[in-house]
Each structure stands twice: as C-alpha cells, then as structure tokens.
C-alpha cells in the first residue's frame, strides 16, 4: 500500500469548492447562495432559487419574468418520452425508476451542446414527467402544463387537474427551496464525476437521480408519518415510542448523520406546514405531529443521553407533502424535481474546473500469482 490514507467512504474529504451551499452539522447551518435557508426557502419562488444557483444571484423583476417564461415555454415532454411513460406505467415500475429512464430522453429536440437549453428543459421537464406518470398508473392521461402558472402550482396542477390555492404554493414551493442544494452529497458528488469526464448533462443527471434512488440517501419519509398515524393520538405517543426503543428500534424522522442538532430544514418545514394547514388542512394532524415530535426528542435524551438526536428532514417532508395531497411513492421524486437545479449547478461549477475526479484506491488483493493452466486448475 501506498503512503496515502484510505478513508472508507471519502467521509471529510474535501473534493470540491463550491459556492452553491454550505453546510454546519454541528451548529445547525444551511447556507445556499450565501442565504441561511431560513432566509431563502419561505420567501423566494422556486424560479427565484434555480436562479440563484445557476447565476450567483437572485434576478431583477424583468430577469425573473424572463427566466419564468423561459422554463414555462419548455415543460411539455417529447413523444417520445410520453410513449415511454406509457410502457413504463405498463409495467408497473415504480415512479422513480419511471424519472430515471425517461430523464435520458429529455434532450430529445434540444440543440446539442448547449447546456443552457438542456438545463432549462431538465427542469421545466422533472414535473411533467412524475405528474404525467403518476396519472398514467391511476389509469388516467397526462395533463398539459399550464405557462400561467408558477414551477410548483404546476407541477399540482398536473397531478390533479386543480389549480391549487397559494397557501399550497407557497408550501411546496417552500419545500422545493429547502431541498435545491445540500453540499456535497452522494447524488451531487455523481452528477460532479460525471460531468468531469467532459460527458454531458444529461448523463450526469440521470446518473444523479440513480444515487438518490438509493434509500440510504434519498430517505424514506413516509415512515416518519406512518408512525404519527400508528400513534393516532397525543396521548398514545410516549408509551408507542417508548415501546419503540426499548426493542431498539430508530424512530423515523429524527436523527441524521451530518446535523447534530436540529436540522434546519425540518426548522422551515415545520413553519411552512404549519401555515399551509392553517390555511386549510387537517389541523388535529399537525397538532398530533408536533405532540409526537416533542416526544420522541425528549425520549431519544433518555434513551440515548447526550447523542443530541433531533428531528430532521424526514419528519415535516412527510408532512408537508402529506398535506399537498401526495401519496409516499411521490415523495422521493418531488424531491428530485427539487433538487434537479441544485445538481445541475454543481455541473457548471464543476465544468468551470476543466479537472475530471479521479480519486485513487488502495489495493489489497494478492500480488505475483502465477499463471495455472486450465487442465491444472
């Protein structure tokens, strides 16, 4: 073996600069564009954050109207993309597997080379694609986007034929900002690799989708409400999650790897959820959640003292989505559509560098073996 030091997982490798977002698991800190994520996701319009991504800034009125025109103009997919979607929705594949194969054929009609109409269409297209597929598995056609609606009203629209209200808006939309860009995670590091060998953004973003695709980083919200819906009532909480732990099992929602105090996107959503269901939802529900998140943190003290293990993401993604009307499988990809802008700006920073990622290994198999023919093995 070399010198070099083997780090299993790259875990506190910095393997790239970026000026997209920041992230401080010890004091509970998302930046993203310079922007705390508290600042940013409740007030900004998705179109205002994809902005912000890809242009290190946030744009004018003229800038923005332009730049809302310009994804508006491009969210209906090719024919070919919508006869996939057809023989996809056949086969009963998940919605996820159904984004992946058909976010390959959203270039299809765009000049080539240009990565500024490819990432528009990327983006534009993302909804389009899981609406369209989500009614084609309930047995029902696609929707044509509606260009006078916003990114995420949309994106509702399509899956139901409703023009939502603006305190569901203004909920996904609040969604959709806090989960655009989140440092160097596994997705965005693949979608960097990729783009680094000089491919093209396409492939790199199908690639991204594959990564999220697995559970260990796209998540599993819909377990977090599962439980607040077992638990049923505030006064059944302490005594279902006490019963949880001491089998040893993980309470869904709470707890994460990089933040070790609470997660500040689960900050924002739980305002934006609070809002929204205000406005016009199940109230008791968001009552409840609230209950059982009081009391999961202050078991988790108990039973794991001095681990710090708070609420995250998980636990109001769950709700919040719940809220809009999506069903579990429709989670993790409204997350991509999400994060879609995010993956494509870690693709120009990274083309800016001109450097492919090309880490080394270390080997530790057998060495000056000699060759054995066959009739003698």
Known sequence: MNNQTFVPGLE????????????????????IG?????????????????YLL??????????????????????????????????VAAARAPVMDALRMAAGTLSLGLEEDNNDQTALALVARFPTVVAAYRRLQQGEEPIEPDSALGHAANYLYML????????????????????????LNASTFTARVIISTDSDLVSAVVGAIGALKGPKHGGAPGPALDMVFEIGAADRAEAYLRAKLERGQRLMGFGHRIYKVRDPRAEVLAAAAEKMYRAGGDMSLYELAKSVEETAVALLEEYKPGRNLQTNVEFYTALLLHGLGLDT????????????????????????????????????GEKNRLWVSLDRR
Do not use: M
Request: charged share 20%.
């Open 12 to 31: 506190g490798i910095v393997a790239a600069e970026t000026k997209l977002s920041s992230v401080d698991g010890q004091r509970g800190e998302l930046i």
């Open 34 to 50: 310079g922007f705390p994520v508290e600042e940013l996701a409740s007030h900004a319009s998705h179109e205002e954050v994809i």
């Open 54 to 87: 890809w242009h290190g800034r946030l744009p004018n009125e003229l800038e923005l109207t332009n730049f809302k025109q310009a994804l508006a103009a491009r969210r209906s997919l090719p024919e070919a993309t919508l006869q996939l979607l057809r023989a």
């Open 160 to 183: 139901t034929g409703e023009r939502p209200g603006q305190a569901q808006t203004r909920g996904l939309e609040t969604y959709l900002n806090t989960v655009s860009d989140h440092g």
């Open 329 to 364: 499988e429709l989670f993790t990809p409204t997350f991509a559509i999400g994060r879609v802008a995010g993956w494509i700006a870690h693709c120009f920073e990274q083309q800016a560098t001109g450097r492919i990622i090309r880490p080394q290994s270390a080997y530790t």
